[in-house]
């Protein structure tokens, strides 16, 4: 008599409990069409996804509400308008980081060779901004080209908090990855089950072993999501690994696989 739990349909999470302990769905997953595994992926991605992409995304608001802190309160007054820039204060100023290395001088008295003694910095004069990007690449900006432009430290700072618009595409982006990301994957696994199958000679067509290889990649992309959640690096070869961890998913399904064919053929 054919088990029951066999015949139940398996919620979205029951798959994903299935999946981490050894995809035990397995015979579901063969039957089931490779559009349905691959709108598991969707799934999945938008949640684990999303999950990955909140502390980016509370990292970048926090550095945009930041920086529109520090440009209120130590920003001076500005204004490029004709091609020229004015602002506030005594010239030159200097603003330097660890990476960083700005000059401002609207009374163009600094000469550009300032910014031989630094591999990249930024000089900034009445008329233009000359910025070296390395040793061998300088980019000049004539403001002459902004001639149309008025631009003031008020204008930028009523448009800064656009910036946030960003957060958004964070998640987007991160959804993105990890869907088209586990599509990508899965087409190598399928092909790696492939040659498991006719070993086994569990004789499984190549879109039940994209299907297999479509939850195998359920435990890496958990591991994936923990690591971005707490903000732990990704160790060298971690790619490798996360292949390694589907491999062996499919090689455990497909041996299963293969001693329950033997198993019915025994008896």
């Given at each position: 008599m054919e088990d029951n739990t066999e015949k139940r349909k398996l919620s979205f999470w029951m798959k994903i409990v299935s999946s981490v302990e050894g995809i035990k769905h397995y015979e579901n997953v063969l039957k089931e069409t490779?559009?349905?595994?691959?709108?598991?992926?969707?799934?999945?991605?938008?949640?684990?996804?999303?999950?990955?992409?909140?502390?980016?995304?509370?990292?970048?608001?926090?550095?945009?509400?930041?920086?529109?802190?520090?440009?209120?309160?130590?920003?001076?007054?500005?204004?490029?308008?004709?091609g020229?820039?004015?602002?506030?204060?005594?010239?030159?100023i200097v603003l330097e980081g660890e990476d960083d290395y700005v000059v401002i001088d609207t009374t163009n008295s600094t000469d550009p060779d300032v910014l031989d003694s630094h591999s990249k910095g930024i000089l900034i004069l009445k008329d233009k901004m000359i910025q070296k990007k390395n040793g061998m690449q300088t980019e000049v900006t004539d403001f002459k080209s902004l001639q149309e432009v008025t631009i003031n430290k008020n204008i930028v700072n009523r448009y800064l908090p656009f910036a946030k618009a960003i957060i958004p595409l964070i998640f987007l982006g991160n959804i993105l990855g990890y869907f088209l990301g586990g599509l990508l994957s899965s087409l190598f696994l399928a092909l790696f089950a492939l040659i498991i199958n006719g070993i086994f000679k569990t004789k499984l067509k190549y879109g039940q072993l994209?299907?297999?290889?479509?939850?195998?990649?359920?435990?890496?992309?958990?591991?994936?999501?923990?690591?971005?959640?707490?903000?732990?690096?990704?160790?060298?070869?971690?790619?490798?690994?996360?292949?390694?961890?589907?491999?062996?998913?499919?090689?455990?399904?497909?041996?299963?696989?293969?001693?329950?064919q033997n198993n019915i053929a025994i008896n």
């Amino acid at each position: 008599m054919e088990d029951n739990t066999e015949k139940r349909k398996l919620s979205f999470w029951m798959k994903i409990v299935s999946s981490v302990e050894g995809i035990k769905h397995y015979e579901n997953v063969l039957k089931e069409t490779t559009g349905k595994a691959v709108l598991y992926l969707l799934l999945i991605s938008l949640l684990l996804g999303a999950l990955g992409a909140i502390r980016g995304a509370f990292e970048v608001n926090d550095g945009i509400s930041e920086f529109m802190k520090v440009y209120n309160d130590k920003c001076p007054n500005f204004e490029l308008k004709n091609g020229e820039l004015s602002v506030d204060g005594s010239m030159p100023i200097v603003l330097e980081g660890e990476d960083d290395y700005v000059v401002i001088d609207t009374t163009n008295s600094t000469d550009p060779d300032v910014l031989d003694s630094h591999s990249k910095g930024i000089l900034i004069l009445k008329d233009k901004m000359i910025q070296k990007k390395n040793g061998m690449q300088t980019e000049v900006t004539d403001f002459k080209s902004l001639q149309e432009v008025t631009i003031n430290k008020n204008i930028v700072n009523r448009y800064l908090p656009f910036a946030k618009a960003i957060i958004p595409l964070i998640f987007l982006g991160n959804i993105l990855g990890y869907f088209l990301g586990g599509l990508l994957s899965s087409l190598f696994l399928a092909l790696f089950a492939l040659i498991i199958n006719g070993i086994f000679k569990t004789k499984l067509k190549y879109g039940q072993l994209y299907s297999l290889s479509i939850y195998a990649l359920t435990t890496p992309l958990i591991i994936t999501t923990l690591f971005k959640i707490f903000n732990l690096e990704h160790f060298s070869f971690y790619w490798l690994i996360y292949h390694i961890i589907a491999y062996a998913y499919i090689g455990f399904v497909l041996n299963k696989l293969k001693n329950s064919q033997n198993n019915i053929a025994i008896n």
